[in-house]
Nanobody, 124 residues
Framework: QVQLVESGGGLVQAGGSLRLSCAASGRTFNRAAMGWFRQAPGKSREFVAYITWSAGSTYYTDSVKGRFTISRDNAKKTVYLQMNSLKPEDTAVYYC?????????????????WGQGTQVTVSS
């Protein structure tokens, strides 16, 4: 079992910044790819970004490119999502996921473990 706990969400004005964290515990974190997804009310869960184990590869959905940065500290078993220039349309519950299936890291169904989510609200 892997336990994931997100933190860092909150209320921020448009143009502001937040840094989300996802701390892992339990089963070995080794070789896991990590992803961030978000879900707005009435919408399906949407891919935001992923990072591979070695951090050699990162990928972002088009709407956040240039504004969000995903990173990880494997010694601390923590993944981060730095969010800058936030927009009202970024408002959602943000979830981190862990997977050892590298076939398509943009698909939420490929992730084996999830955190409970953290709310991000961007006011206009």
């Amino acid at each position: 079992q892997v336990q994931l706990v997100e933190s860092g969400g909150g209320l921020v004005q448009a143009g502001g910044s937040l840094r989300l964290s996802c701390a892992a515990s339990g089963r070995t974190f080794n070789r896991a790819a990590m992803g961030w997804f978000r879900q707005a009310p009435g919408k399906s869960r949407e891919f935001v970004a992923y990072i591979t184990w070695s951090a050699g590869s990162t990928y972002y959905t088009d709407s956040v490119k240039g504004r969000f940065t995903i990173s990880r500290d494997n010694a601390k078993k923590t993944v981060y999502l730095q969010m800058n220039s936030l927009k009202p349309e970024d408002t959602a519950v943000y979830y981190c996921g862990a997977t050892w299936d590298y076939s398509d890291l943009r698909q939420w169904a490929k992730y084996e473990y999830w955190g409970q989510g953290t709310q991000v609200t961007v006011s206009s």
